[in-house]
């Protein structure tokens, strides 16, 4: 889609404080003389001039999309956005899709009953096609004189794809607590967009890329996340992990931002490792607690095991302070050695995700996983010795992986589990902006972004293929291997085999019919299904996370017969966009 496809109304000074217009259109509802509608053909264009009249409210609107499940975390992004807008003088709503599970149509109802100056949306890129692209146009057609934002890993290394396929009105890349700011202010005059570091926005019908901001590193002197926005009794309830009882609370936070890797499958919005000050994290959680009966804090950045000493650190303030939490955390193989273990478990820790990825040295120098096989291998026996909880995850895919490779990942899995998760094996996905991405558009794999998200369909099924095999031979593959790694799981954990065998019958749809609605057997434990469905009894069928099923309260008060039938209907309808695209 090109940025010349149709002509703008509206020509805009940069060099002056003015205005310049020779007929400025209004969208669909009539009344925006700024930014058109993705429906009438115009370009969307933002005034990067001083008004002086500002008829609308000084309001941001945050949309936390559906994910079509009811365990959600507390979407850390938005927190800290809201806090950085309030303290900036501004006043913040969320609506959150995920949670109560909003209907693009009732996103439309609220939009045309209400008034804001900013809305926006953040998404990774697997979310793209099957999510964003309706809200957007649903945005559209009635954001009236507001503006429209997209940020996140699936819009910052596109910016300019984003823009053109989406016509949002801006695009925010990287950490955008400053630059959500800064384009607040110009909305209302303040400022201009050329001059904000970190965005992409329309310039009549260009599309204008401005610089990077550097990376932010002083964490500390960012406002902690406006909790109290939030629907926190549904964040803090629904997530289950590793070791939590029924009645715990649990919580997203993090310590550091970053990581010091780059695996070639990853993309991440920032370079380097920056991190927070333990005793603000302290207060932090001490506060959580307080307020909100926190009792399992889910330490979501990817590395929470650099520097060494800083575990040990870790660990003595949670005792200097009596706080006697569970939590779960992130780190890297070579980095998880006996003596981190045991301070990690001492500290409250039960649960530790790795990303092993694979047990053969070829395949993980060939994705720069920097770590050895052994690596990999030792940090699982430590485990183990120590009786911590460990997510296994592997991936297999790679232009040197073999049969032989896929089945020592299975074996490695097998003897290595502790059952806290049902643990299976997927192929990597070249997400725009990760050096594989660049790599599969070397290979002629993929075109580019446009090609990715026609293409991309489900994060477990082999969709670009950098393998010596054939499509239907991969996924006959990890189909064999996946169905091995589910009955070990649940012959040994003492699990419902009926359950096991639905499982097993998603990933042969999935695998071998292409019905890429099923999303995965990770999260697909009787327990989480059994919360998210507390006072209920109907399930909605459809694209789920992980899962494979969308997740309906009709009983429990979350919402009505008639609006899970409208989920139904917009989820058939995104299914047939998608098949058809």
């Given at each position: 889609m090109n940025g010349n496809s149709a002509q703008s109304s509206a020509r805009i000074s940069l060099a002056g404080n003015s205005l310049e217009s020779d007929s400025l259109t209004g969208n669909s509802l009539g009344g925006d003389s700024l930014a058109g509608s993705s429906s009438t053909g115009i370009i969307p264009s933002i005034s990067t001039g001083i008004e002086i009249n500002h008829p609308w409210k000084k309001n941001v609107l945050l949309i936390i999309h559906d994910v079509y499940q009811d365990f959600n975390v507390f979407p850390l992004a938005y927190g800290y956005l809201a806090a950085m807008l309030q303290t900036a003088g501004y006043s913040v709503e969320v609506y959150c899709m995920d949670v109560f599970h909003y209907t693009n149509a009732q996103l439309e109802k609220k939009l045309l009953n209400s008034e804001y100056d900013?809305?926006?949306?953040?998404?990774?890129?697997?979310?793209?096609?099957?999510?964003?692209?309706?809200?957007?146009?649903?945005v559209n057609k009635y954001k009236k004189n507001a503006w429209f934002f997209l940020g996140g890993p699936g819009?910052?290394?596109?910016?300019?794809?984003?823009?053109?396929?989406?016509?949002a009105d801006l695009v925010l890349m990287g950490e955008a607590e400053h630059s959500i700011v800064e384009v607040m202010d110009a909305k209302l005059g303040k400022r201009r967009l050329s001059e904000i570091k970190g965005i992409t926005y329309w310039e009549s019908d260009q599309v204008k890329v401005n610089p990077r901001r550097p990376v932010f590193r002083d964490l500390d002197s960012l406002p902690w996340p406006a909790w109290d926005l939030f629907p926190m009794e549904s964040y803090t309830q629904s997530w289950r992990m590793a070791g939590m009882d029924s009645d715990e609370k649990t919580c997203a936070i993090i310590a550091n931002r970053g990581c010091t890797d780059t695996c070639s499958f990853c993309y991440r919005i920032e370079k380097g490792l920056r991190l927070r000050n333990l005793n603000e994290i302290i207060k932090e959680m001490k506060y959580l607690t307080a307020k909100y009966g926190i009792t399992y804090f889910h330490f979501l950045e990817e590395l929470s095991t650099f520097p060494r000493n800083r575990v040990f650190e870790f660990e003595r303030l949670l005792k200097e302070n009596n706080l006697n939490v569970k939590w779960c955390c992130n780190s890297r193989a070579p980095l998880f050695d006996e003596e981190v273990a045991l301070s990690l478990k001492k500290a409250g820790c039960l649960f530790v995700n790795i990303g092993f990825e694979s047990v053969d040295q070829t395949v993980l120098d060939e994705m720069n996983k920097r770590v050895t096989a052994e690596d990999n291998l030792k940090a699982l026996q430590v485990a183990n010795k120590v009786e911590i909880g460990m997510g296994l995850n592997f991936i297999w895919g790679f232009e040197k992986d073999t049969k032989e490779t896929l089945w020592k990942n299975v074996k490695a899995i097998k003897t290595y589990t502790r059952f806290d998760q049902?643990?299976?094996?997927?192929?990597?996905?070249?997400?725009?902006?990760?050096?594989?991405?660049?790599?599969?558009?070397?290979?002629?794999?993929?075109?580019?972004?446009?090609?990715?998200?026609?293409?991309?369909?489900?994060?477990?099924?082999?969709?670009?293929?950098?393998?010596?095999?054939?499509?239907?031979?991969?996924?006959?593959?990890?189909f064999e291997a996946n169905k091995e790694l589910v009955f070990h799981h649940f012959r040994n954990a003492g699990g419902d085999l009926e359950e096991a065998n639905q499982i097993i019958e998603g990933y042969r749809r999935?695998?071998?019919?292409?019905?890429?609605?099923?999303?995965?057997?990770?999260?697909?434990?009787?327990?989480?299904?059994?919360?998210?469905?507390?006072?209920?009894?109907?399930?909605?069928?459809?694209?789920?996370?992980?899962?494979?099923?969308?997740?309906?309260?009709?009983?429990?008060?979350k919402i009505s017969v008639d609006q899970a039938i409208q989920v139904e209907k917009a989820i058939v309808d995104q299914t047939a966009q998608m098949i058809t695209a």
């Open positions: 900013l809305i926006g949306a953040g998404f990774m890129p697997a979310r793209f096609e099957e999510t964003i692209v309706g809200l957007c146009e649903s819009p910052t290394p596109i910016p300019e794809y984003m823009l053109q396929r989406t016509r049902v643990r299976t094996i997927r192929p990597p996905t070249p997400y725009p902006g990760s050096p594989l991405y660049y790599q599969a558009i070397e290979k002629g794999i993929i075109s580019g972004p446009d090609d990715f998200f026609k293409k991309f369909r489900n994060s477990d099924l082999i969709t670009f293929n950098f393998t010596r095999f054939s499509d239907q031979e991969c996924n006959e593959m990890l999935l695998y071998l019919e292409g019905d890429y609605k099923f999303r995965g057997a990770r999260r697909y434990d009787k327990e989480s299904r059994q919360k998210s469905n507390l006072g209920g009894k109907k399930e909605v069928s459809g694209n789920g996370q992980d899962n494979g099923a969308v997740q309906v309260i009709v009983q429990g008060g």
